[in-house]
C-alpha cells in the first residue's frame, strides 16, 4: 500500500510509519492504539507519533471513531478505516514500489 498524490503529503511524509498503521486497519475491522502502536513495535515508534497519526488520519478523513456495541463492555477507542481509506488502499501501486507491512 503506497499513498500517492496530496494524500501522501498530508499523511505518510508526515509519519514515517504511516503505511504500517494503514496496513494493519486493513487488516482488521478495526484497531486500539495499542494494536496500532504495536503494528510498527520493531521501528521503535515514539507515543507521540502514533498519536499524532491517528489525529491527523481522522482530520483527513482516512479513519474514524468505531463506537462499541451497545451491549459489549467497555474498552479501548478504536478506530477504523473510512470509505475514503479503504478508496486510497485499493489504489494500484506503481512499478517499483514496494508494499509495505
Do not use: C, K, Y
Request: proline share 8%; no cysteine.
Amino acid at each position: 500500500m503506497v499513498l500517492t498524490g496530496p494524500l501522501r503529503r498530508d499523511v505518510d511524509r508526515r509519519s514515517p510509519h504511516g503505511n504500517h498503521f494503514l496496513s494493519a486497519l486493513s487488516h482488521q475491522p478495526s484497531a486500539s492504539f495499542s494494536e496500532l502502536a504495536h503494528a510498527v513495535g520493531h521501528t521503535r515508534v515514539r507515543v507521540s507519533e502514533v498519536v499524532d497519526w491517528i489525529a491527523r488520519a481522522e482530520s483527513s478523513g482516512l479513519i474514524e471513531a468505531d463506537p462499541p456495541a451497545a451491549d459489549s463492555a467497555p474498552g479501548p477507542r478504536r478506530v477504523r478505516l473510512t470509505d475514503r481509506g479503504r478508496a486510497i488502499l485499493e489504489v494500484p501501486r506503481r512499478a517499483g514500489e514496494r508494499r509495505s507491512g
